[in-house]
């Protein structure tokens, strides 16, 4: 099983940035896919990007070119940094993590852009 803990979030105007951190139990070196999902106020909740075990990158048009995944294994963790922040972005940010065919989610952290 995995338990995974956001931290990161936070208030910013637009064009500002933000860097979210997603903690997780145990090794993730294993763990096939990790990422981030968003969901805003009366939206779906959609995929923002994911990070493979072997650091391949997909992304999300809506963040292409402003946010970069990356994971660190031997700390177990997985971040977003988040450049060039626009008010559409506000959302609760989840990290996401898929093993051994289950998903994994936690509990997400609000990050809010002003114009």
């Known amino acids: 099983q995995v338990q995974l803990v956001e931290s990161g979030g936070g208030l910013v105007q637009a064009g500002g940035s933000l860097r979210l951190s997603c903690a997780a139990s145990?090794?993730?070196?294993?763990?096939?896919?990790m990422g981030w999902y968003r969901q805003a106020p009366g939206k779906q909740r959609e995929l923002v990007a994911l990070?493979?075990?072997?650091?391949?990158?997909n992304y999300a048009d809506s963040g292409k070119g402003r946010f970069t995944i990356s994971r660190d294994n031997a700390k177990n963790t997985v971040s977003l940094q988040m450049n060039s922040l626009k008010p559409v972005d506000t959302a609760v940010y989840s990290c996401y993590a898929h093993h051994n065919g289950y998903d994994y989610w936690g509990l997400g952290t609000q990050v809010t852009v002003s114009s």
């Open positions: 145990g090794s993730i070196f294993s763990i096939n896919f």
């Open positions: 990070i493979s075990s072997s650091g391949r990158t």
